[in-house]
């Protein structure tokens, strides 16, 4: 089946330690996101790329890195540089940036205390 | 700027009755999609429906259907029949350059 994959679905970090979120898709997609959402808020953008070896700042960059090695890959990691991070995060990715319609993974719930 | 906009924080609806969300957004562009995303207890997006801005018809998906009135920028979201499985928060989002999403509505069907 194809489809975007999330591990885990549930993390538990302490503070000041890193932490890398996984975000894989057998989609053949070229464009690949990340969001953070919080309780009763809506999506906002980290990262997104659109081609393999790039990738762009969303709204909430700081605090964050991304990777895109593989065009299947797209690994988030929640640096401690990161002031909130205890949130949902989503990837999503799409045929191409723009007018694509994105398919979301089934998310990661990180809590650092 | 874009924008999306969605002024209806919570909504209910009694199971089997219609109720619409509302969806306005801001944006200088000619060429854009919009589209439904419905996010459940799960925390899964899906795409309920989209539309693509050229287009005068409507977009219909089952018991969902669309009024898209490009002139007003208003992009409404009718859930006919409405179910138990359609509680779930509700977003809307527009895309042209970039991905925008609204900051959701909340939806309960009360049985």
């Known amino acids: 089946d194809g489809g975007i994959t999330q591990s885990p679905k549930y993390l538990f970090r302490k503070e000041g330690q890193n932490v890398t979120l996984s975000c894989e898709q057998n989609l053949n997609h070229d464009a690949m996101y990340w969001y953070r959402q919080d309780p009763g808020q809506g999506l906002r953008l980290i990262y997104y790329s659109q081609i393999v070896n790039d990738f762009q700042k969303g709204d909430i960059a700081e605090g964050y890195s991304v990777s895109r090695e593989k065009k299947e890959s797209f690994p988030l990691t929640v640096t401690s540089a990161q002031k909130n991070p205890t949130a949902f995060y989503l990837c999503?990715?799409?045929?191409?940036?723009?007018?694509?319609?994105?398919?979301f993974g089934p998310g990661t719930r990180l809590t650092v205390t | 700027a874009q924008t999306v906009t969605q002024s209806q924080p919570e909504m209910s609806v009694q199971e089997a009755e219609t109720v619409t969300l509302s969806c306005t957004y801001d944006t200088s562009e000619n060429n854009y999609y919009l589209f439904w995303y419905k996010q459940p207890p799960s925390r899964q997006m899906i795409l309920v429906i989209r539309q693509e801005a050229y287009k005068q018809q409507n977009a219909t998906e089952n018991r969902f259907s669309v009024n898209f009135q490009k002139a007003a920028k208003s992009f409404s979201l009718k859930i006919s029949d409405s179910q138990l499985g359609d509680t779930a928060m509700y977003f809307c989002?527009?895309?042209?350059?970039?991905?925008?999403f609204g900051t959701g509505t909340s939806l309960t069907v009360i049985p």
């Open positions: 989002a527009f895309t042209g350059n970039q991905f925008y």
């Open positions: 999503a990715s799409s045929m191409g940036a723009g007018t694509y319609e994105q398919y």
